[in-house]
């Protein structure tokens, strides 16, 4: 299964699972539904201990998430999500993903140290 660039489809499916700040990759079809490739815009972050800004970019974590129907078909979000350090204190966190609290979780494939 290809993975479809047709961006009238990204803007559409952006606007009706409003994922802010997101940028859509790409979607495929997945069972009866679809899955649906993104990133987050990437935007200065700070630090949540010591306030300074992140430039580093420590890891990746994908993580799926059911985000409803289109058009009657369950759709799945795969999720590049970056993980952050900072150089000044080492705390080490998630970007911010406003409407991830929107959607439940369905997988975490990996150990997950998120606070
Ligand atoms: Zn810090």
Known sequence: MSISNYTGHHD??????RLE???????????DGFLVQ??????PQCCPE???EITHVHDHRE????????NGKPVWIQIDRRRLRCA??????YEDVPFLKRY??????????ES
Do not use: H, W
């Not at 700040?21 to 069972?31: F, M, P, S, V």
């Not at 439940?104 to 140290?113: H, L, N």
């Open 88 to 93: 000044s204190c080492g705390k080490r966190f």
């Open 12 to 17: 559409f499916i952006k606007e009706t699972l």
């Open 104 to 113: 439940q979780r369905i997988t975490v494939p990996v150990q997950d140290d």
């Open 63 to 70: 993580r799926i998430i059911q985000a409803g129907t289109i």
């Open 38 to 43: 993104i990133k987050m815009e990437r935007k």
């Open 21 to 31: 700040g997101a940028i859509i990759l790409g979607y495929k079809e997945c069972g």
């Open 50 to 52: 010591c306030g300074c």
